[in-house]
C-alpha cells in the first residue's frame, strides 16, 4: 500500500486545515486508516483512526476539534482540523493497517500552527 498526503500548512491557532491521504497498490487489504502525528522531540502518537465502517476514534488532545472521515471507494481518509492550536504543531502521518496487521506509512506533511 502506498499512501500520498497533503494538505499541512502553517495557519493561525484558533485557524483550520484539512488533511486528505489517498491509498494505492493493495487497497483491498487496507483495514482502519489514521493519523499520527509527532512533535519535535516528542514520541510519534495516534490522532485519529477511522475502521472500514465508519467508526473513529481520537486522542484526548483532538476531541472536538478534530473529524476524522474516510471514502472507501477511493480510497481516502481524511482530518478536519478547526481550533488549532500551537500544540497541535507536528509532523502528521497517514497510516494505513491492514489485514494482516501490517502498517503503512506517508511521508508526513507539516502542520505549524503560530500562536
Known amino acids: 500500500v502506498q499512501l500520498q498526503a497533503s494538505g499541512g500548512g502553517l495557519v493561525q491557532a484558533g485557524g483550520s486545515l484539512r488533511l486528505s491521504c489517498s491509498a494505492s497498490?493493495?487497497?483491498?487489504?487496507?483495514?482502519?486508516m489514521g493519523w499520527y502525528r509527532q512533535a519535535p522531540g516528542k514520541q510519534r502518537e495516534l490522532v485519529a483512526k477511522v475502521t472500514r465502517g465508519g467508526s473513529a476514534t481520537y486522542a484526548d488532545s483532538v476531541k472536538g476539534r478534530f473529524t476524522a472521515s474516510r471514502d472507501n471507494g477511493k480510497p481516502t481518509v481524511y482530518l478536519q482540523m478547526t481550533s488549532l492550536k500551537p500544540e497541535d504543531t507536528a509532523v502528521y502521518y497517514c497510516?494505513?493497517?491492514?489485514?494482516?496487521?501490517?502498517?503503512?506509512w506517508g511521508k508526513g506533511t507539516l502542520v505549524t500552527v503560530s500562536s
Open positions: 497510516n494505513v493497517l491492514a489485514i494482516d496487521s501490517r502498517n503503512y
Open positions: 497498490g493493495s487497497i483491498f487489504s487496507i483495514n482502519t
